[in-house]
């Protein structure tokens, strides 16, 4: 078990460009999260996704934030003319669908770091 | 909605002294409950969590107890090391499956 990975670790990009992160969650958790974390703040929800099927989107997720997951295994969440303001820490988590030890557990990557100048 | 308010840091500790961090929470039904931990340059680690009233989750010394009459789930640890520094993040969900709620987070610092 590798853990949750996440590409790249840091991001940095001019405003107005498009930036593509890319999430690989533990293997045969068929649930997978977006989170962004600002400094000084506790993570917020983006979206979330069973299998393939994006089920929930935050409205904090604007219509340049796009988020996919081919084939149900790894997601990209992709974010188009970059503001400042969307300069935060992207994290992903997975969870295994189903009861027992891990139940409601979310398993969390290292994070992306973006910076838009 | 449903919100976690967690009490403010920096908290400032020596080693050996008795930690506690609050946290409180605002949600319909029964949701479980979670405290994280986010080490200087790591990514976000369970530390332990709760699933229903008056249980205990504890991990690494750490403990906390699921209360529901006083919506409260309060991080607490007899003997901090300075190891434990860190960012705490209190959090709720209300079932597997949905977004995790968290705090703002507190951050600990222990000195030797």
């Known amino acids: 078990d590798t853990g949750v990975s996440q590409n790249p670790r840091h991001k940095i990009t001019k405003r107005g460009q498009n930036v593509t992160f890319r999430c690989d969650p533990i293997s045969e958790h068929n649930r997978l999260y977006w989170y962004r974390q600002t400094l000084g703040q506790g993570p917020e929800f983006l979206t979330y996704f069973q299998n393939e099927a994006q089920l929930e989107k935050s409205r904090l997720l604007s219509d340049r934030f796009s988020a996919e997951r081919p084939k149900g295994s790894f997601s990209t969440l992709e974010i188009q003319r970059t503001e400042q303001g969307d300069s935060a820490m992207y994290l992903c988590?997975?969870?295994?669908?189903?009861?027992?030890?891990?139940?409601?557990?979310?398993?969390f990557g290292p994070g992306t770091r973006l910076t838009v100048l | 909605g449903d919100s976690v308010t967690q009490m403010e840091g920096p908290v400032t500790l020596s080693e050996e002294a008795f930690l506690t961090i609050n946290c409180t929470y605002t949600?319909?039904?029964?949701?479980?409950l979670f405290w994280y931990v986010q080490y200087p340059g790591e990514g976000l680690q369970l530390l332990l969590k709760a699933t229903k009233a008056d249980d205990k989750g504890s991990n690494k010394g750490f403990e906390a107890t699921y209360r529901k009459e006083t919506t409260s789930f309060h991080l607490e640890k007899g003997s901090v090391q300075v190891s434990d520094s860190a960012v705490y993040f209190c959090?709720?969900?209300?079932?597997?499956?949905?977004?995790?709620?968290f705090g703002k987070g507190t951050t600990l610092s222990v000195s030797s």
């Open positions: 988590a997975s969870s295994p669908q189903g009861g027992g030890r891990y139940y409601n557990e979310q398993f």
């Open positions: 959090a709720l969900t209300k079932e597997a499956g949905t977004a995790l709620i």
């Open positions: 949600a319909t039904g029964y949701p479980s």
